[in-house]
T-cell receptor
Framework: KQEVTQIPAALSVPEGENLVLNCSFTDSAIYNLQWFRQDPGKGLTSLLLIQSSQREQTSGRLNASLDKSSGRSTLYIAASQPGDSATYLCAVKEETSGSRLTFGEGTQLTVNP | DAGVTQSPTHLIKTRGQHVTLRCSPISGHKSVSWYQQVLGQGPQFIFQYYEKEERGRGNFPDRFSARQFPNYSSELNVNALLLGDSALYLC?????????????FGPGTRLTVT
């Protein structure tokens, strides 16, 4: 059974700091890995999707890496801003599970002005 | 184009009651998946439907059921509500039932059971 773990559970940083969020998964037979942002009480906003054959994806100040063999992914946020405050969720899609996503429990990020 | 829509936005029910949540996928998408997100946790997969057939089911009791209609919209039904069913219910759609396409999430329905 696939299990996804995110560390840390919560993170508080001053504005402008670069930061790294971690995600690990137990079964490396994944099709892709996706990072989402969730604001309080809201739905999910997709940030980056990395196919299993890729090593990283970048969008603006965000960079996500994937090491499939070791079951790890990181989300790097450069020059953090108060507007980045949210919960960040990592999810994997397995090769044999159709559209099903398995999520971690998220990292709650607070960026202080 | 409109994204995934869900209704209602919020609702409050009493223990033992029944609830129906609705989801309309993005136009052209034939697969709908449902997830439950309890406060402070990540979403948990409940069901996937594709072309009106169940394609996957998570570890949820039989009180949870769903169906997909010919226009690809979907309903999630929960019977005999428990306090623990209080959660944000998320719907996601994708063009096909396989892993190749990204899923797009709706805003969710917040269910409170008292």
């Amino acid at each position: 059974k696939q299990e996804v773990t995110q560390i840390p559970a919560a993170l508080s940083v001053p504005e402008g700091e670069n930061l790294v969020l971690n995600c690990s998964f137990t079964d490396s037979a994944i099709y892709n890995l996706q990072w989402f942002r969730q604001d309080p009480g809201k739905g999910l906003t997709s940030l980056l999707l990395i196919q299993s054959s890729q090593r990283e994806q970048t969008s603006g100040r965000l960079n996500a890496s994937l090491d499939k063999s070791s079951g790890r992914s990181t989300l790097y946020i450069a020059a953090s801003q108060p507007g980045d405050s949210a919960t960040y969720l990592c999810a994997v899609k397995e090769e044999t599970s159709g559209s099903r996503l398995t999520f971690g429990e998220g990292t709650q990020l607070t960026v202080n002005p | 184009d409109a994204g995934v829509t869900q209704s209602p936005t919020h609702l409050i029910k009493t223990r033992g009651q029944h609830v129906t949540l609705r989801c309309s996928p993005i136009s052209g998408h034939k697969s709908v998946s449902w997830y439950q997100q309890v406060l402070g946790q990540g979403p948990q997969f409940i069901f996937q439907y594709y072309e009106k057939e169940e394609r996957g089911r998570g570890n949820f009791p039989d009180r949870f059921s769903a169906r997909q209609f010919p226009n690809y919209s979907s309903e999630l039904n929960v019977n005999a509500l428990l306090l623990g069913d209080s959660a944000l219910y998320l719907c996601a759609s994708s063009p096909t039932g396989g892993p190749i396409h990204e899923q797009y999430f709706g805003p969710g329905t917040r269910l409170t059971v008292t």
